[in-house]
C-alpha cells in the first residue's frame, strides 16, 4: 500500500512539473519614457508578422507586465522602440526577441 502511495504521488509531481508553464515577464527601467514602443507576440521569425500585444504607444519607466502563454514552451516576445528616446521621429530601433521564461528589459 505505502509503495502504490509513493508511486501516485511520484507521478502526480511529475505530471504538474510537466504542464508547468513559465512565463515571459516584459519591463522598461532604462528611460524615464519612450515616445513610442511596440511588443509582438507570436512563433514567426519575422517579429512584425507576429500578434501585437502592445502598442504602439508611449511606454514609461516602470513599466512591466507579463504576456501568458509566453517563453520556452509558447510564444516569443518581440519588442521595438524609439532609436532615441529623446527624439520623438527618430525612428524604430531593430526588434529584439525575448524566448525565455523569466524577466526580459526591453533596452
Given at each position: 500500500?505505502?509503495?502504490?502511495k509513493a508511486m501516485l504521488t511520484a507521478t502526480a509531481i511529475a505530471?504538474?512539473?510537466?504542464?508547468?508553464?513559465?512565463?515571459?515577464?516584459?519591463?522598461?527601467?532604462?528611460?524615464?519614457?519612450?515616445?513610442?514602443?511596440?511588443i509582438t507576440q507570436g512563433k514567426h521569425e519575422d517579429c512584425a508578422a507576429n500578434q501585437v500585444v502592445f502598442g504602439p504607444a508611449l511606454m514609461s519607466k516602470g513599466f512591466r507586465k507579463t504576456f501568458p502563454g509566453t517563453g520556452a514552451n509558447g510564444d516569443d516576445l518581440c519588442y521595438r522602440r524609439t532609436a532615441d528616446p529623446l527624439h520623438p521621429d527618430s525612428g524604430w530601433t531593430m526588434w529584439g526577441r525575448c524566448s525565455t521564461d523569466g524577466d526580459c528589459e526591453i533596452r
Open positions: 500500500m505505502k509503495l502504490m505530471a504538474s512539473s510537466q504542464s508547468a508553464k513559465a512565463d515571459i515577464t516584459l519591463f522598461m527601467e532604462a528611460w524615464e519614457s519612450l515616445p513610442q514602443a511596440e
